[in-house]
């Protein structure tokens, strides 16, 4: 059973399209984390969540506790933003665990 | 302010042998938590530290163990290596603990590539 469900696993789009990755969990938590990761390794936090919404230039992202669900849009997509997106979350429960969903990769094609 | 630094990058092991990572925080975080990750597993957490001490756990055998200086660096050791401990090792600092509430955001450093064969 995974804790933090992401969907789509992969994700084409057109430069210029509006992107949105969901992220479902099933704990209780006190954080919901976007981060980026691009070929070679390296992690980027994007965004830090526990409600409501946050903006980062083209990128949004939402929580909603009660529904226990996530989503990352990003607006006017570039072939800059193709990395993989990884969903994690920060349980209440079991010793504050950090659970990751198993990652959408994004290609942005020019 | 200089990023996260884990070192070594690199690093090629036996079956059998021991490993230590190496971690230092960005100047003036005092957490540092460590993860795997596996093609097969993905991203797992293994630990976290806090002003010296092992605030949280994953669910990883106890050849994985760490530990935290007074200046915040931090070490990862695994002992008794297997080959499915092939992964990137990395490690992220956080101004306080991020496991907790309020949780802190976590900057990652670039990860140690670690094969065993």
């Known amino acids: 059973k995974n804790e933090v469900e992401q969907s789509p696993q992969n994700l084409t789009a057109q430069e210029g399209e509006f992107i949105t990755i969901n992220c479902s969990y099933s704990?209780?938590?006190?954080?919901l984390h976007w981060l980026q990761q691009h070929p070679g390794g390296g992690i980027v936090s994007l965004f830090m969540l526990s409600s409501g919404k946050k903006k980062h230039g083209r990128l949004i992202a939402t929580i909603n506790i009660q529904e226990k669900h996530s989503s990352l849009h990003i607006t006017a997509s570039h072939p800059r933003d193709s990395a993989v997106y990884i969903c994690a979350v920060r349980s209440t429960n079991t010793g504050n665990q950090f659970y990751f969903g198993t990652g959408t990769s994004l290609t942005v094609i020019p | 302010k200089a990023g996260v630094t884990q070192t070594p990058r690199y690093l090629i092991k036996t079956r059998g042998q021991q490993v230590t990572l190496s971690c230092s925080p960005i100047s003036g975080h005092r957490s540092v938590s460590w993860y795997q990750q596996t093609p097969g597993q993905g991203l797992q957490f293994l630990f976290e530290y806090f002003s010296e001490t092992q605030r949280n756990k994953g669910n990883f055998p106890g050849r994985f163990s760490g530990r935290q200086f007074s200046n915040s660096r931090s070490e990862m050791n695994v002992s008794t290596l297997e080959l499915g401990d092939s992964a990137l090792y990395l490690c992220?600092?956080?101004?306080?603990?991020?496991?907790?509430?309020?949780?802190?955001?976590?900057?990652f450093g670039p990860g140690t590539r670690l094969t065993v064969t």
């Open positions: 992220a600092s956080s101004f306080g603990l991020a496991g907790g509430t309020p949780s802190y955001e976590q900057y």
């Open positions: 704990v209780g938590i006190s954080a």
